[in-house]
């Protein structure tokens, strides 16, 4: 299975994550947190969710411009039957 790669602060995704983590011990699970605007009055923004990041193996607080490209699907993805092709707007 290989590295693995979430970008959530949703509480809902423990269960899934923590049975990747029973099921899947050596795959390595990394969090990167969503950009959320400050909490209103704070000037702070939001912080991680201790029950997915205590899951994870590592955690960023956002990914640069140069990560988030090199993420990024092929423009053609081959799959069985066909290729499909990344709409040009992503």
Known sequence: MGDRIMV????????????????????????VMPIHPPAPGTG??????GSLTKLADWTLAHLTDKQLHAAQLPAKVPISKKSNLKPPHW
């Open 8 to 31: 959530s602060n949703d509480s809902d995704a423990e269960p899934a994550l923590a049975a990747i983590r029973q099921d899947f011990p050596h795959t390595m699970i990394g969090f």
């Open 44 to 49: 702070s923004h939001r912080r991680a969710r």
